[in-house]
């Protein structure tokens, strides 16, 4: 058995694992013990990086014997059966005090399982978001973990250590006990699928109103990557339009399929919304926009139904294209808005203490959606740290002042050209929704009273109430049914 050497240890060496297990090795103080199932993987990562020191292990009892105490393990394997039978080997080998950290992607109700079931044990388990892909796992991602806070003790100082540094800010928080890192995780995931979908509907009004190239547009995103929409999805976006085919000399983005992909996170963060009952309307478009995109055969028969009879066609094109920025501005703030309302009914329903000023600013580099603007959100919950709704704080509020007269024109355009802008008019349409005096929310407890006896409650006085509809239509007072 090797002698105890190594201050932490990394399990599953696939592409995200070796960068990690890098990562810390590259690190002051960090000697990095290593294990993959396929013992080829273990030597192949040695063998490429003798700098690393790495401590290579054959097996799950020689893994535990090569870590000092607290021994400490990050997983990063395949997620679902295979995270749970990598947890199960540690937890034969290590012991009480022990940590155990799943860092893959997995759904927070799992880590919710796995974490009560391995306390049981003694030993700790962490669930930890890691998000900025293979790069971020390398150089510093942006790094979400739950579990325990005795875990946090040891875990802690490595983490910091890895993670990727904004503003002079290790991009790690404790974000609260055991499935909350990897709910977080999830609803990053999920805005990251609204910013993108509002990225793409941006970049198909211009491209469709205006007849610009994709590399004009290029130029219209590195523009406003210098203003207040600066982030990592529209640098890239400029990027990926600049882009020319090399074996046919188009664009790339008019040679590559148009269906989206999906690995499900949105998805989670779709379902989870709904049974928490918060509209995260923004992602769900963002989501239902993917599943549209990757039904050809549908949308084969569907390309005969009609569209509007006139050409689309942008008047003054320098004045849509600034109605699309803020649109987008405007957009955006909504759909992050709805995630940190997703977050905030999440820790209530689980019992966890969230700082959500502290996921803004730990979003802000390492990870898909670091952008400037998260310190603005960071600032409005400084200010007010149990603000009911972000887009109420002073700067939003503000920039959805200045911005609402383009949005509407935006949504209008696109409704006119027939041009699908599903994450945009989701958006206006829950900003309407959510400053509305009275909604027709008043007509449907109508309806519900009417065919359900669901009961509803006046405004001019305490009580619930129910109208015989099928007898004289008098009102009567009721118990509340909902
Ligand atoms: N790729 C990304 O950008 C990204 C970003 C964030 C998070 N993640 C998450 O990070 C984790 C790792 O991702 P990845 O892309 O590096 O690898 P992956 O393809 O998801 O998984 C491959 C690794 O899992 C191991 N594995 C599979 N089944 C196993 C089992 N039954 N027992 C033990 N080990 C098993 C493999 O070992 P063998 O070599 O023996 O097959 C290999 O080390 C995943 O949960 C992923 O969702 C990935």
Known sequence: MPEASANIGVVGLAVMGSNLARNL??????????????????????????????????????????LQKPRTAIIMVKAGVPTDAVIQSLVDVFEPGDIIVDGGNAYFPDTIRREKAVRETGINFVGAGISGGEEGALLGPSIMPGGSDESWVTLGPILRSIAAIAEGEPCVTHVGHDGAGHFVKMVHNGIEYADMQLIAEAYDLIRRGTGKTPAEIADIFAEWNRGELESYLIEITAEVLRQIDAETGQPLVDIIVDQAGAKGTGAWTVQTALALGVPVSGIAEATFARSLSSHPEQRAVAAGLPGPEDEFE??????????????????????????????????????????LGAISKIWRGGCIIRAQFLNRIADAYAAEPELPALLTAPYFADALSRGQAAWRRVVIAAAQAGIPAPAFSSSLSYYDGIRAERLPAALVQGQRDFFGAHTYKRIDKEGTFHTLWSGDRTEIEAEDTH
């Open 25 to 66: 090795a590259s690190r002051e103080g960090n000697t990095v013990a290593i294990f993959n199932r396929s013992h080829a993987k273990t030597e192949a990562l040695l063998a490429e990086h003798p700098e690393a020191g790495f401590v290579p292990t054959a097996s799950y009892a020689e893994f535990a014997a090569s």
């Open 314 to 355: 942008v008047e003054d094109t320098d004045a849509f294209i600034e109605d699309v920025r803020l649109a987008l501005f405007a957009s955006k703030i909504v759909a992050y808005s709805q995630g940190f309302d997703e977050i905030r009914a999440g820790a209530a329903e689980y019992d966890w203490q969230i700082d």
